[in-house]
């Protein structure tokens, strides 16, 4: 299953989206990496440094909160 909604630029992605392994900053600045997206729900799961647990975003959100680093 392939995604094209994660895009971040606008650019078509053609990646596994239950594989993926994207860095981004948040608002604060603080490194995030998104794991995996969710298109039956449009979450956006992703880690913290420093947390163990799975953390999630709606897609809008996400988009409007988190930069990717390339």
């Not at 606008?10 to 392994?21: K, Q, R, T």
């Not at 994207?22 to 947390?51: A, E, M, N, S, T």
């Not at 709606?58 to 390339?70: A, D, H, I, Q």
Request: proline fraction near 1%.
């Amino acid at each position: 299953m392939t995604s094209t909604l994660l895009t971040g630029e606008g650019n078509v992605s053609n990646e596994d989206v239950n594989n993926l392994n994207r860095i981004y900053l948040d608002k604060r600045g603080r490194h995030v990496r998104v794991i995996r997206y969710d298109r039956v729900k449009q979450w956006v799961i992703f880690l913290r440094d420093g947390y163990e647990h799975e953390c999630f975003a709606p897609l809008y959100k996400f988009k409007s909160e988190f930069t990717r680093v390339k």
